[in-house]
């Protein structure tokens, strides 16, 4: 990675390093474009992510404060949101699902029940951009029917209960390394690479540790930085981290556009700053593809739309949280031996997600009615059951009493005296009582087809979404009531949902904002990303979507972007 600014212009300029922005950079460095790649966050090696608590309050994003973590949370009137800053952007905390978009949820003209929604492209549009990625980013499903993955207690008891109930279950393809090409998966191997990532660290197969969301700190997933962002800078790209951009305009006489942004600090951690007062850097190119996400990249055009004449009307429109939903099965109850045990589900081990259940649409043809959606199964790092462990409260203040302080005492004195004792070690198991929450617990997630109609704008200098949950009120409760049968009846657990009680929602798939349309009157960009009225300037991340993805987005972002690569590819070879 080079933070260095021996060059000012290039052929084109990427704001941002996630799905979009990693793509298009390889891409376009491939066909021999000069290319800069401009990342607020910084770089995260093998081993870089924090687990300490002292290190993980400094993991979120907020450089006025001094915070150059990775976490970006965005807080809004109904929503809340939950976004990444860092070299490789959201694949960096994501949970390596890669399913593509239902063939008939490219919907056109959704008017039905209160949302417009027009996608200028087909699945048969995408199929080779998704073969593509999915090649890039070394997909494969979960190794299920090999030992040690086929113990997983979650993917099995899920499948179990999703089997009972007559769903649709599958094991989607996961970008996640389990195996060497050629070899039989296992966990903790030396990942053999073609070229060096960009890091130059050693990388391991999935140690089925549940820690994809917190970072992998093993370089088990197949995060952008180590195939698209090392593929780029291998050609050529010149990817400078830290730095965040503040402004653009195009440039009348010479063409192209100028890129302004200030260069951040990491000796200044911990240290508020007036980030305002911090000098700007100038590039300039020929094209600009603007990948900060729906948030960041929305938030930029709004900020910077009177140097843009002519922007279409629907910038900011279309937002929704792809149909985010999270509630859990807790307290998971099987029977044996005609009683009532607890159902082990150790949501830690193994990836984040390893299957889904799908339930149908109205647009499918095989009977669905309403928003289709899908929910997965999902899991956590292992030091999150610790810490459920010690919040959950015993039964009865008796059983507190001897579990926290006689039987330490009893422990303590049997460890102290010099009188001989062997097989103590059911005391110490009698420490950590019956573990019934921690083992049972599985985290639900949702996500599907609600309804784009939220509006993003500027309050002040600040972002501002005007998102209401009432008019995707009966999708969520179809998500909700599908979760609700799989936690009671499939898995005979207790059902929660917390942020039900809340009235509010959060999302880590926010879509929108500069929708895709066949002209200026119906979306922010055409087709192939490209900005209505502005040429060259290009906007390639979630903002696009005209509506929700359904499944987790990731790769039908990054498909787009490979689309939208084509083109820019192609113009260029038409022009020179």
């Excluded at 080079?2 to 491939?30: K, P, Q």
């Excluded at 239902?102 to 996608?119: C, H, L, T």
């Excluded at 556009?257 to 000796?267: F, G, I, N, P, S």
Aim: glycine share 12%.
């Amino acid at each position: 990675m080079n933070n260095s600014t021996s060059y000012t212009h290039f052929d084109a300029v990427v704001v941002g390093s996630g799905f979009g922005g990693s793509v298009t950079a390889y891409r376009l460095a491939e066909a021999d474009l000069s290319v800069c790649v401009l990342e607020r966050g910084k770089a995260y090696p093998p081993n870089s992510f924090p687990r300490a608590p002292h290190r993980m309050k400094k993991n979120f994003w907020d450089p006025s404060e001094g915070l150059f973590g990775m976490y970006n949370v965005w807080s809004f009137d109904e929503l809340g949101s939950v976004v990444c800053s860092g070299l490789g952007g959201g694949s960096l905390i994501y949970a390596n699902v890669l399913i593509r978009k239902d063939e008939r949820w490219f919907v056109k003209e959704d008017v039905n029940d209160g949302g417009y929604e027009y996608w200028p492209v087909t699945r048969a549009d995408l199929d080779p951009h998704y073969d593509r990625v999915e090649k890039m980013l070394g997909a494969q499903g979960y190794p299920f029917d090999k030992e040690p993955y086929n113990e997983t207690p979650k993917t099995r008891e899920y499948k179990a209960a999703a089997k009972r109930l007559g769903l649709d279950w599958e094991l989607p393809k996961l970008a996640v390394t389990f195996a060497n090409e050629g070899e039989d998966p296992m966990p903790g191997e030396p990942i053999k690479e073609k070229h060096k990532n960009l890091h130059g660290r050693t990388r391991y197969t999935c140690r089925l540790v549940g820690e994809c969301d917190a970072g992998c700190n093993f370089g088990s997933k197949n995060t952008l930085d180590y195939n698209y962002l090392s593929e780029a800078e291998r050609q050529g790209a010149e990817i400078r981290t830290l730095c965040e951009v503040r402004s653009f305009e195009p440039r009348p006489l010479e063409g192209g556009y100028a890129v302004h942004y200030v260069q951040h600090d990491l000796a200044r951690e911990g240290h508020k700053i007036d980030t305002s007062i911090l000098q700007e850097h100038t590039i300039t190119a020929d094209r600009l593809i603007l990948s900060a996400g729906t948030l960041g990249s929305t938030f930029l055009l709004l900020k910077n739309r009177d140097r843009f004449p002519g922007l279409s009307d629907l910038l900011g429109t279309r937002f929704c949280g792809n149909g985010d939903l999270i509630t859990f099965a807790m307290r998971s109850k099987k029977e044996i031996g005609g009683e009532k045990q607890p159902r082990l589900i150790d949501a830690g081990y193994g990836p984040v997600i390893t299957s889904r259940v799908r339930v149908a649409d109205q647009e499918d043809d095989d009977g669905g009615e309403g928003r289709g959606f899908y929910v997965e199964d999902a899991g956590y790092p292992e030091f999150v059951n610790w810490i459920l462990e010690t919040v959950d409260a015993p039964a009865d203040a008796v059983r507190a009493i001897w579990n926290w302080s006689g039987a330490t005492k009893w422990l303590l004195d049997k460890l102290l005296s010099r009188e001989p004792e062997t097989d103590i070690g059911s005391e110490v198991t009698r420490l950590l009582g019956s573990t019934e929450l921690s083992a049972g617990l599985l985290p639900l997630l949702g996500m599907g087809r609600d309804i784009p109609d939220g509006k993003m704008e500027l309050r002040g200098e600040k972002l501002n979404v005007d998102w209401r949950v009432e008019s995707s009120a009966s999708y969520f409760e179809r998500v909700r009531e599908t979760m609700r049968y799989i936690a009671e009846d499939g898995l005979e657990a207790e059902f929660s949902d917390p942020l039900d009680r809340l009235n509010r929602l959060v999302t880590v798939h926010p879509l929108g904002g500069c929708p895709m349309g066949r002209e200026k009157t119906e979306g922010v960009v055409g087709p192939y990303g490209e900005v209505f009225g502005h040429p060259g300037l290009y906007i390639a991340d979630g903002s696009v979507m005209p509506g929700p993805v359904g499944p987790n987005p990731s790769l039908t972002i990054a498909a787009l972007a490979d689309r939208f690569a084509d083109r820019i590819v192609e113009q260029r070879g038409a022009q020179g």
